[in-house]
Nanobody, 116 residues
Framework: QVQLVESGGGLVQAGGSLKLSCAAS????????MGWYRQAPGKPRDWVAS???????NYAHSVKGRFTISRSNANNTVYLQMNTLKPEDTAVYYC??????????WGQGTQVTVSS
């Protein structure tokens, strides 16, 4: 299984942008779905966006139109471009790689803080 390492988090003002990266230690081509989740303090971990092996993408309603997920098979990296950030986007963002519904891997998370 691959190992996932996120980067790109930080502190940004509302309305700003950040780009998260999730680097896989091995090939991501065999992974069925890769995605991003986030967890704010005291709240459950929520799905944000996902990209399937064929390239189709899906987004949570709260981020649709503001966030873009993409993938580079050459670099074994998945990205999350986040624009027009809001304070409610503040959370730890986790990368997720699923071979199946019961076989998946999590990254360690990266903190995103959006100030008002």
């Amino acid at each position: 299984q691959v190992q996932l390492v996120e980067s790109g988090g930080g502190l940004v003002q509302a309305g700003g942008s950040l780009k998260l990266s999730c680097a896989a230690s091995g090939s991501i081509y065999s992974i069925n779905v890769m995605g991003w989740y986030r967890q704010a303090p005291g709240k459950p971990r929520d799905w944000v966006a996902s990209i399937e092996r064929a390239g189709s993408t899906n987004y949570a309603h709260s981020v649709k139109g503001r966030f873009t997920i993409s993938r580079s098979n050459a670099n074994n990296t998945v990205y999350l471009q986040m624009n027009t950030l809001k304070p409610e986007d503040t959370a730890v963002y986790y990368c997720h790689a699923a071979y199946s519904s019961s076989n998946y891997v999590w990254g360690q998370g990266t903190q995103v803080t959006v100030s008002s």
